[in-house]
């Protein structure tokens, strides 16, 4: 046997271990240990154990890889595009698709009339829809979020800015960021969104009406250049960065591409210095006379508190910790993840460090939009029909050689269907998407919703 | 010998582990379920369970229910002049319970298993705890509830690999556990509730329409005797739903009778917002476990709330399918209780069995986020522990402070699943001197550990000087100290409970006074004159003549009870 790992020789194990084997070893182990007396016997077991499960997650999906695709997978092309088997009364994608079309079909009407633009219409529409008999079903209803979630993520529609607001309420994804990350890549994406939403809430009115105006003027002008005043283009500028997911459920993509454009434009033309100074992240004049402005300055002790910047001491927890790896794509390119950090991490340097990364941007030009898609249309995967999988996500950390070619692919976050997972690698693996000079590390996510949106 | 015990809202439950099965113990009225009600007799003595309940309706300003709602906080309840918090009210049950297990088990009680539901905070723990102290108990172990049931079904299921969910709607809670059973491991994957969801909360719901629909005066609901006898009215006619199609529900007062007619539909049309409530944390639950409903293998109920046609139809319909019926819903969580005694006592028919818990919230501090320049936005939250986390657990988080002229941190816990602190629960603060030298590292360590009992510690260590402080909650007035505790102890124990063997009589005569109250016209003559008949035999203190006239009065007592549901005006 070759030298084992530090987690299988705590569960007496070799490198051929396999599920059952590391349950049975684990459930052994922990007829051991009294839960009560010896807590941090118990809690290291439990890491030993919870990595061990994802090292075998890991040891399958590079062993899939490492096989070439069977020959026989190419040989049923059309069964991709057939639809799934006809479904019962109760099937929950049948029930979900039935509640989603009333959903859109009631936003439709509420579009159409001007004067229903109040949130509580909004509001009524999507409650009538959740409380439909169709909707009772469980496995209906996460469904049935999934898709009102991939709608917002998709970019904005007219209504969209209530509905943001709207459904992050009733569905409870302001109060349990939880809820709305296990929603796959779009669940990420407005996970993000809300806590960018939600700091602009926690700005001091001045910034907040500043902020307000701005999001305005880009609305009412899908075409800046050459209109839009400098000001406006430099804090659009300023502010794209930090709230990019907020605004793009709430603005137009193409809008917010222009806008993109003719502040890159301004910016080359006159440099960076404001006309007249960009005032909205000043602090207040008043500033550490009121700690419960949630927004001030430093007035010592009685402050709340500080800021997290590292989990401490624990590159292990960390490797277990179920990261949330996707950043969904801004107009026009993929941003990169740094594996092995907490969400909490990664929100924050979203917030610190976007400089950095368009400065990378630069040098080695990140996989585009575009490539990342074709890798899409080539992934080979027909879900079992017998089983309930919903929305599947998984995540690889891909590295290229200088010519663009795929040498590692290492899955970091699997889906529950290790089939999807394989063929998403498998293509990965074979893919000649990327052109040489393509930025050589970095993370990608795939989504796929069974069952057919 | 440790027992376990099902503190209920509405009833409360003991149970041992005997000869490898876990087994329920009966009251002195050789009943399993004991009201979770507390009186105060004339004679200052305490009435525990079915007498208590009577005297609900006969004597509101001495009796006291439902307080397991209260647990955690400075509430309290005056019963005959004399204040009690709730965790003494809860203690004076465990009390009565405990005395139930000494005399069928011939040998003093000091230790027990409590059950608690899961989404109980820090403070209902504690005070949980509490209340076992003041019954002279040693609690070994917090139970939680779902967990409780999901080992009295696994305990038969053990050989087997399964993956099940516990649908536990108590009294006055709402709690879901998904369970994955494999290799003699119980785990639960995930639990979710909600604390203010119950078969109470369908009474009051079925009260408030009664009150709109009959246009009872709404004076009425200042009169404790009225509104006890109104829920006793509803609690029965909610009970004989769930075997006949309708019900009526009616109820004299002051010349006028005030009736309601109810049935299967009625109740699920005024109950919607409750029903709509239970399919949260069902959901939660299930997301965080990662399961879909096609890969559990059963619904397991508890809670005696979970006998209602109604709530049983809406899981079937969020599961699409019927959930397994095989365990008393009413009893499942205290045989649960005494598996756990059963595992703590190391007892060798369970020596392959191991069960594993979860942190249903989750626990952290309130954080400063750097937004670039000097710049910070306060009061969000930072999860140390995050929920349906295995516990139990101890995790270490570092901070650091946001300036170079702070000399402290204020640590805020929270509990709770908010992005901003606000929107949590406060568990309480600490607050962390530092003096800090620049270029050195200024930072705190901050240990959250929660232990299997589903307490919370939190430590900070000043990395510097090595320092540590522990939380103290202040700010919170529902917890006792151990000094208060000890001295609440000499004083309930000073209070007289009313002797075991007189019990059955007690409680036959409180339900006399109820339905006297009731009744009117002749019959109310009738029932005055057995009740005096019976007391006058008791007079007697012999035990054969009691044994007699209590068959006659209770005789009596069945007859009126039919009398007065059937017809009050009669």
Excluded at chain 1, 427 to 450: D, I
Excluded at chain 2, 29 to 55: H, M, N, Q, W, Y
Excluded at chain 2, 147 to 154: C, D, E, N, Q, R
Excluded at chain 2, 377 to 391: A, C, K, L, Q, Y
């Amino acid at each position: 046997m070759r030298d084992s790992f530090p987690f299988l020789v705590r569960l007496g194990l070799g490198v051929d271990a396999g599920a059952t084997d590391i349950r049975r070893a684990y459930a052994r182990e922990l007829k051991k240990i009294d839960q009560e007396t010896d807590p941090d016997g118990f809690q290291e077991l439990r890491h030993a154990y919870e990595v061990a499960l994802q090292w075998l997650a890991h040891r399958e999906i590079t062993l899939a890889v490492s096989e070439p695709p069977t020959s026989d997978a190419a040989a049923e092309p059309e069964l991709m595009l057939s639809p799934p088997p006809a479904p019962a009364s109760d099937d929950p994608y049948q029930l979900a698709d039935q509640a989603y079309m009333q959903f859109l079909s009631s936003i439709q009407a509420l579009v159409l009339n001007k004067e229903a633009r109040h949130q509580s219409r909004w509001k009524a529409a999507l409650q009538a829809s959740l409380d439909h008999e169709s909707l009772l079903n469980l496995t209906a209803r996460t469904i049935f979020e999934a898709r009102i979630a991939q709608l917002l993520a998709n970019g904005w529609r007219p209504g969209h800015e209530t509905l943001f607001v709207v459904a992050s309420e009733v569905l409870d994804w302001t109060r349990d960021s939880w809820r709305i990350q296990q929603l796959g890549e779009a669940g990420a994406m407005i996970d993000r969104a809300i806590d960018q939403w939600k700091l602009y809430e926690s700005m001091p009115d001045n910034a907040m009406v500043t902020i307000k105006q701005l999001i305005q003027a880009v609305r009412s002008t899908p075409l800046p250049e050459g209109v839009a005043s400098r000001n406006n283009l430099l804090l659009f500028h300023q502010l794209t960065d930090r709230f990019h997911n907020w605004f793009s459920i709430i603005i137009d993509r193409a809008t917010l591409q222009n806008w993109h454009n003719a502040a890159q434009a301004e910016i080359q033309r006159n440099g960076t210095e404001p006309a007249v100074p960009v005032q909205y992240l000043e602090t207040p004049a008043e500033s550490g006379k009121s700690s419960s402005s949630g927004w001030s300055g430093w007035s010592g002790w009685q402050i709340t508190f500080l800021i997290l910047m590292l989990v401490k001491g624990c590159a292990a927890l960390l490797n277990t910790s179920d990261h949330t790896t996707s950043y969904s794509p801004p107009p026009a390119q993929l941003e990169q993840t740094v594996p092995g950090k907490s969400t909490a991490q990664l929100r924050l340097e979203e917030l610190q460090s976007r400089t950095d990364a368009s400065m990378l941007a630069q040098q080695e030009m990140p996989p585009t939009e575009a490539q990342l898609e074709a890798v899409q249309r080539q992934v080979f995967y027909v879900p079992d029909p017998a089983k309930v999988l919903g929305v599947l996500k998984v995540s690889f950390d891909v590295e290229l050689d200088d010519n663009g070619k795929v040498i590692n692919v290492e899955r970091v976050h699997a889906s529950r269907d290790q089939a999807y997972d394989d063929a998403v690698a498998r293509t990965l693996r074979h893919t000649n998407a990327f052109p040489p000079g393509t930025q050589r590390k970095f993370s990608v996510s795939y989504s796929y919703k069974t069952g057919g949106l | 010998m440790i027992v376990g015990i099902d503190l209920g809202t509405t009833n409360s439950l003991i149970a041992v582990w005997h000869n490898g099965e876990p087994r329920l113990i009966p009251n002195s009225l050789g009943e399993f379920l004991t009201p979770s009600c507390v009186s105060v007799d004339e004679d200052g003595t305490i009435l525990i369970g079915k007498a208590a309940r009577e005297r609900l309706q006969t004597h509101p300003t001495s009796s006291a229910a439902v307080f397991k709602r209260h647990m955690g906080s400075n509430k309290l309840f005056t019963l005959g002049g004399r204040h009690f918090r709730a965790e003494e009210l809860s203690a004076l049950i465990l009390r009565a319970l405990k005395e139930d297990a000494e005399a069928a088990l011939g040998q003093p009680i000091t230790e027990a298993i409590i059950t608690v539901p899961a989404y109980f905070s820090d403070a209902q723990r504690k005070a949980t705890r509490a209340a076992g102290q003041l019954a002279g108990l040693k609690v070994e172990r917090l139970l939680n509830e779902p967990t409780a049931a999901a080992l009295a079904y696994g305990i038969h299921k053990r050989g087997q690999e399964t993956q099940f969910l516990v649908f536990d709607l108590g009294g006055g809670t709402f709690d879901v556990s998904v369970l994955d059973l494999f290799e003699g491991v119980m785990e639960v994957r995930a639990s979710a509730g909600d604390n203010f969801l119950g078969g109470e909360d369908f009474v009051n719901l079925l009260i408030e329409e009664f009150f709109k629909q009959a246009s009872i005066p709404v004076e009425l609901k200042q009169d404790g005797r009225f509104m006890q006898s109104l829920v006793a009215q509803v609690e029965q006619a909610k009970r004989k739903l769930s075997e006949a199609p309708e019900a009526l529900l009616q109820i004299y007062h002051a010349g006028t009778t005030y009736s309601m007619p109810l049935d299967e539909a009625a109740l699920e049309r005024i109950t919607a917002p409750l029903l709509a409530r239970l399919r949260s944390p069902v959901e939660r639950a299930l997301r965080d476990a990662n399961l879909q409903t096609a890969n559990l293998d059963n619904i397991v109920l508890a809670g005696g709330a979970t006998r209602m046609p109604i709530v049983r139809r809406m899981v079937a319909r969020m599961f699409g399918r019927f959930p397994s019926c095989d365990l008393n819903p009413d009893e499942v969580v205290a045989l649960g209780a005494a598996v756990q005694a059963g595992l703590k006592m190391n007892d060798a028919a369970l020596d392959e069995v191991v069960m594993t818990d979860v942190a249903p919230y989750s626990l952290g501090v309130e954080v400063s986020m750097y937004l670039g320049g000097d710049q910070y936005s306060h009061g969000h939250f930072d999860p140390v522990i995050e929920r349906n986390t295995v516990v139990p657990v101890s995790k270490v988080k570092n901070y650091h402070p946001t300036s170079e002229r702070q000399t402290g941190l204020r640590i805020n816990v929270f509990q709770g699943e908010a992005r901003m602190a606000r929107d949590n629960i406060a568990l309480g603060s600490i607050e962390v001197p530092i003096s800090q030298i620049p270029g050195q590292n200024n930072g705190v360590d901050v240990r959250f550990t929660y232990d299997a009992n589903g307490l919370l510690q939190v430590e900070a260590t000043v990395l510097r000087t090595k320092e540590t402080h522990t939380l103290v909650i202040e700010g919170n007035p529902g917890m006792l100290s151990q000094e208060e505790i000890k001295e609440r102890f000499a004083a309930l124990s000073e209070l007289k409970i009313h002797p075991r063997d007189r019990i059955e009589f007690r409680t036959m005569l409180a339900r006399g006074e109820r339905l006297y109250q009731q009744l009117r016209g002749e019959a109310r003559e009738h029932l005055g004159r057995q009740i005096m008949q019976f007391e006058r035999a008791l007079e007697a203190q012999d035990a054969r003549i009691s044994r007699e006239a209590a068959r006659i009065f209770n005789e009596a007592l069945e007859y009126f009870e039919h009398q007065s549901f059937l017809n009050l005006d009669s």
